[in-house]
Structure formats: C-alpha cells, structure tokens
C-alpha cells in the first residue's frame, strides 16, 4: 500500500503542480494528499463527490496495478492463511484511514469501504497463491485421484479457450481504442486550444487519462459487437449512431467514435469477435492435445498416439528411420471415438462460452459509472445488451467451427467409403473373371487328351491287326497279340474314370472315327483269333 500510495502522490503533486504553474492556482498543489486519497479509494471502486459532482468511474487501470502489485509482495512474503489475515485487516485500517482524510465526500460507508478493500486484498492474495498453496495442491490431487481424465480433459479446454478468446477480443478492443485515438487527435488538440492548455498541462492531463484506458477498451469491445455505448443521456456511440449534444468540454470525449458510413466496413468489424472465436476453436480442436480431432477412415480403430472414448491416450506411433510416422502407424480413430470426441468439443465450447461471458460482464459492470447527476448518472454500456452481442458473436463464431469440423469428418469418411467400396467391387469383379477364366482353360486341355487317347488306342487295334497276318507257327507271339486285343477291347468298352464331361463333349468328332477303325480292321482276324484262343 505504501508503495502504491507514494507513486500516485508524487504523480499527482506533478500534475497539479504543472497545472498550477501555467493556468494560474497557487492552492492546487495544497490538495494533493486530499486526492491521492481519494483516488486510492476509487480504484477500490468507492466513488466520491467533488462539489455535488459525483465521480464513481473506476479507473480500471490503477485497479489492476494495485492487484498486481499486491500479488507481488504475497508472493515474496509467502503468504498463508494467517498472513492473508493479518494483511488484510492491516489493509482494511490503511484505507479506513485514508476515508477518513481525503476531504471529499464518500459515497460509501465505512463497511462498504471494509468489504471492498478485503476483495481486492483477497483477489491479489489468491493470485499468488493459487500455485504454491497447500489447498490448491490438495485439490489438484483430489481431481488427479477422483476426476477421470476425460472431464479433465474438457474442462482444461474450456478454460484456456475462454482465456484465449477474452484476450482476443481485449486486445481487439484496444486495436480499435488506439483507431480512435488516431482520427480523433485533432479534435482534441482543438479541446486543449479552446480551454487553453498549455503543453505541460496537456501531456500531464493525457497521462492521467490513461487510468481510463482499460474502460474505452470494454467499451470498445462493447461497439465492434453491435451494442455500442453512451455518456449519460447526452451521447450515444454505435456503428450506426454517433450522436452527443452538450457533452463536457473534456478533452478526451473528442476521441468518441464516429458512425460508420460503409456498409462494408461495418460488416468486417461485426465479424471480428466471431472470426477471432472461430480461429481459436479451430486451433484448440486441431493442435496437438489430448482432444485433438483426427480423420475417420470407414472400418478404422483407434491406433497409436490416439484418444479412446475415457479420453485415455495410448502408446505414441512408432516413427520410421526418417523420423515420421509410416503408413501403418498413422492414426485413425473409430466413428464411435470421433462421435464422443466431437460431443466433448461442444461441450467444451459451451463451458468457454459461459466462462468467457461471465467475466467479460464483470469487467463490463467495472467500467461503467456516473460523472453527474442527471444527464450523466450512467456513463459507459448496458451490460445486458452487450453481453447478449457478445454471446451471440461467440456462439456463432464456436457453432461454425465445430459445424465445419463435423462436415469435414463426414466428409473425409464419405470419401474414403467411396473409395473402399469401388476398390472392393474392382476386386470382386476380378476374381469372377479368373473364376470364369479358369473352366475354359480346363476345357481347353480335355480334348488334347482324349485325343491322345485316341490315337493310343488306334496303334493298339493296328499292332494287333499286324499280328494276325503273321505265321501260325509263332503261338507265343499270338498269344501276346490276343492279349493286347483283349486289352485294346477292354480300354474301348469303359470310359476313361478321369475324364470329365467336358471332355466327353469334346470327343465325340473323333472317337467313332477310331472305333470304326478298329473294327474294320479286327473283322478279317477273327479266324486266327479263335485259332489263337484254341493253340492256347
């Protein structure tokens, strides 16, 4: 607090002193504890009146330096339990304290004040000690032991993508801050010359309204959404209405915006918060982590290096000499993992969605406030409005992309269907076409053997016609011919037991062309064949 304190007193006695020294008020330097009080509470969010003038805008930006630095020395000093305590009642005095002396009036009272000034305290203390704190550490092993990894998988990812997208838009915000304050430097170089400041008083006022910095930016993001933001009932700023009648003659309302003409330019700014929503869903569905989206391939199961339905990851794919993955290791889950992954993501989205709209409407009521009674009691957005733009920017933004990465699965899938099934009908077709190939060829060889055969049985029937002109004294020569007729006579009367029917189709264009032969041929023998059989 002391540290704190000191830097914005000495700040402030400069700025006053400046001020003094060249618009003239030689008391202005006398006020400067007066308000280094009172701007130490207002950054803790108690506003004050300065001559019936209220002022409850908080200065978001010595806010967040304050926490910071609280966080700072936490973290030095180790705080536990009983430190929290006993620092926080010691804060809890200091600015009791500084309530008491600030010769303003307040509007809070003194348990107000308290309450405050223990939140911000606390806010600080948990910042630091959300890591190396024993609960902390207990809660994390709880969630280790107790929790599967599936959920916390998902709620890992809801988190860091409501973190990504808040700052995303936050820093579009200032993006669009710093555009304004570019177009509207000459009309606020044209403020400073009507109230004629010199140029010590304009840069020290300057530095003094980067406290508000923080405040433009949420009011910022509340414009490029579509819900704009007014001063009071004497201004209203939307990218359609840039209207302000008897604003006050402060330098920094010259840096308002202005309402956009371009139909074009207007549409690229409303598409900024669901672009920017959509880039990071897509990088969260498809970078390396444990939900990361692969390609379904029809018949595929989860392989290496992927992520089964309880969200578990198996062995890592075993890379070639190369260093890549081969062809056989490359993951591909099944249709029922990429379903429940797929399920995981939305609800992933709509976590981040919630988380990303809760805070931004925290910030949001933060930086609103009044600087009068009447026409200026409400100085900054509608909370409602411009977090229902917010939502339906980022729910459109999330709802594309997951869209889009299911349509891409299905389509991936379809393909390689397609594929597969063409490949397996080619395959089909050839196989009926080897299956109807192979009979013809068995035909084919059928009557080369029955012909062979036939032309085996011919020069059988001849050698024993040749036999039966010989001699009638060679009995034994006659009985080997008999025996060969016999047998020539046997192997025509039955059919050969391997032909097949094919081969009996084939046969018929020559077989009675040999029998006939072997007839003729054994009729005229007939004689010497049963003077055979008798010398036998």
Not at 57 to 71: C, G
Not at 292 to 319: I, L, M, N, Q, Y
Not at 413 to 424: A, D, S
Not at 506 to 533: F, G, L
Request: proline content about 5%; charged content about 15%; overall charge neutral.
């Amino acid at each position: 607090m002391a540290l704190y304190a000191v830097s914005l007193g000495c700040f402030i006695a400069l700025l006053l002193l400046v001020v003094s020294m060249e618009e003239g008020g030689e008391s202005l330097p006398s006020f400067t504890m007066s308000l280094t009080e009172a701007v130490i509470l207002l950054s803790q969010g108690v506003g004050f009146s300065v001559d019936k003038l209220p002022v409850t805008i908080m200065p978001l930006l010595l806010t967040a330096l304050l926490v910071l630095l609280v966080r700072q020395c936490a973290r030095r000093a180790e705080v536990a339990a009983l430190g929290w305590l006993s620092g926080g009642l010691t804060w809890i005095a200091l600015n009791l304290v500084f309530s008491g002396g600030t010769g303003v009036s307040l509007h809070d009272s003194p348990l107000t004040i308290a309450g405050k000034s223990a939140a911000v305290w606390t806010v600080g203390v948990l910042l630091a000690s959300l890591r190396a704190s024993t609960a902390a550490a207990a809660v994390r092993r709880l969630a280790r032991e107790r929790v599967p990894h599936a959920a916390k998988a998902t709620a890992a990812l809801a988190f860091a993508l409501a973190a990504v997208m808040l700052v995303a838009v936050l820093l579009t915000g200032f993006v669009v801050c710093v555009m304004w304050i570019v177009r509207g430097w000459n009309g606020m170089v044209t403020l400073f010359e009507l109230d004629g400041m010199e140029t010590g008083s304009r840069i020290m006022t300057s530095l003094a309204a980067l406290a508000w910095l923080p405040n433009l930016m949420l009011w910022a993001v509340s414009w490029i959404c579509g819900a704009g933001f007014a001063v009071g009932e004497l201004g209203t700023f939307t990218m359609w209405l840039g209207q302000s009648s008897e604003l006050p003659a402060l330098p920094v309302f010259a840096l308002l915006p202005e309402a956009i003409s371009d139909d074009r330019v207007r549409l690229a700014l409303l598409c900024l918060v669901p672009a920017l929503c959509a880039a990071a869903a897509l990088l969260a569905m498809l970078l390396p982590s444990p939900m990361r989206v692969r390609a379904v391939r029809p018949g595929s199961s989860v392989a290496a290096s992927s992520v089964s339905s309880d969200g578990a990851a198996t062995e890592e794919p075993k890379p070639s000499k190369s260093g890549r993955p081969t062809k056989d290791h490359v993951d591909h889950p099944s249709v029922t993992d990429a379903v429940w992954l797929m399920l995981r993501h939305a609800v992933a989205f709509a976590c981040a969605l919630g988380l990303a709209a809760a805070c931004l409407a925290a910030l949001l009521a933060l930086s609103c406030g009044s600087l009068g009674r009447y026409r200026l009691a409400h100085v900054g957005v509608d909370v409602a409005a411009s977090l229902r733009a917010f939502a339906g920017g980022v729910g459109l933004g999330l709802s594309c992309t997951w869209l889009a990465v299911v349509v891409s699965l299905a389509a991936v899938y379809g393909i390689h269907w397609l594929i597969g099934r063409r490949r397996g009908d080619g395959t089909r077709s050839a196989k009926s076409a080897k299956s109807t190939h192979q009979p013809s060829a068995e035909s084919e060889s059928a009557p080369e053997e029955s012909a062979d055969e036939g032309k085996g049985r011919a020069g059988a029937v001849r050698s024993v016609a040749s036999t039966s002109s010989e001699p009638e004294d060679r009995p034994a020569r006659t009985a080997s011919s008999a025996r060969s007729v016999r047998s020539a006579r046997s192997t025509r009367a039955t059919p050969a037991a391997d032909s097949t029917e094919t081969q009996t189709s084939a046969e018929p264009a020559r077989r009675p062309r040999t029998v006939r032969s072997a007839t003729t041929t054994s009729e005229p023998t007939s004689p010497s064949q049963e003077e055979t059989d008798d010398n036998s």
